[in-house]
Nanobody
């Protein structure tokens, strides 16, 4: 049974950094395109960043370009999101996701088959 578990969330001041990690179990992510999404209170879940199965291609939503970096370590079966120069608007629950097939990267919620339970990120001004 596939399971994704996010970690690394917390409280940070504006301009600070956090690194989220997503550990997969029950699946080997080596051939899986992966992604990060976030959901702010009262809002829909939105795309943040995605990476192809090979790691050779990445894609970001405009608001995080130049600040966030998505990466994968297939040997550790993990997906990371390095977040720098954070803004209060980044406050949300962050979710990782995995897709069973394809190359990627993919940016739509419906593209993904497996989801983590989320980790809270709060950025204070």
């Amino acid at each position: 049974q596939a399971k994704l578990v996010e970690s690394g969330g917390g409280l940070v001041q504006a301009g600070g950094s956090l690194r989220l990690s997503c550990l997969a179990s029950g699946i080997t992510i080596r051939t899986y395109p992966m992604g990060w999404f976030r959901q702010a209170p009262g809002k829909e879940r939105d795309f943040v960043a995605a990476i192809s199965w090979s790691g050779g291609s990445t894609y970001y939503t405009e608001s995080v370009k130049g600040r966030f970096t998505i990466s994968r370590d297939d040997a550790k079966n993990t997906l990371d999101l390095q977040m720098n120069n954070m803004e209060p608007e980044d406050t949300a629950v962050y979710y990782c996701a995995a897709r069973r097939y394809g190359s990627g990267p993919y940016s739509h919620i419906t593209d993904y088959d497996y989801w983590g339970q989320g980790t809270q990120v709060t950025v204070s001004s």
